[in-house]
Nanobody, 127 residues
Framework: QVQLVESGGGLVQAGDSLRLSCAASGRTFTTYAMGWFRRAPGELREFVSAITWTEGNTYYTDSVKGRFTVSRDNAKNTLNLQMNSLKPEDTAVYYC????????????????????WGQGTQVTVSS
């Protein structure tokens, strides 16, 4: 059974850092693009960041560029998101997601491309 499990969320103050992790299991993710999305209260789910599993190309939404860094450990099937200089507007449930670039083309910025989703982890940034 394919599974994505996020961890690392919590309550922090503005300016603090958090590191989110996503453990992937159930198959080999060597050809998968992996992404982070978030949903704030009352808002639609939005793209945060993504990384292609093989080339390691990275993508970010403008609001997190320079503050967030996405990385992956292929050997451990793990996706990470280092979040620095957190702001109250970063408060949301953060989701890890994946789709296989080896079998289909997908827009890494769009949640419609992703087939597999984690349950989410809450990040709360107080001012």
């Amino acid at each position: 059974q394919v599974q994505l499990v996020e961890s690392g969320g919590g309550l922090v103050q503005a300016g603090d850092s958090l590191r989110l992790s996503c453990a992937a299991s159930g198959r080999t993710f060597t050809t998968y693009a992996m992404g982070w999305f978030r949903r704030a209260p009352g808002e639609l789910r939005e793209f945060v960041s993504a990384i292609t599993w093989t080339e390691g190309n990275t993508y970010y939404t403008d609001s997190v560029k320079g503050r967030f860094t996405v990385s992956r450990d292929n050997a451990k099937n793990t996706l990470n998101l280092q979040m620095n200089s957190l702001k109250p507007e970063d408060t949301a449930v953060y989701y890890c997601a994946a789709f296989d670039q080896g079998v289909k083309w997908g827009n890494v910025y769009s949640d419609h491309a992703y087939d597999i989703w984690g349950q989410g982890t809450q990040v709360t940034v107080s001012s």
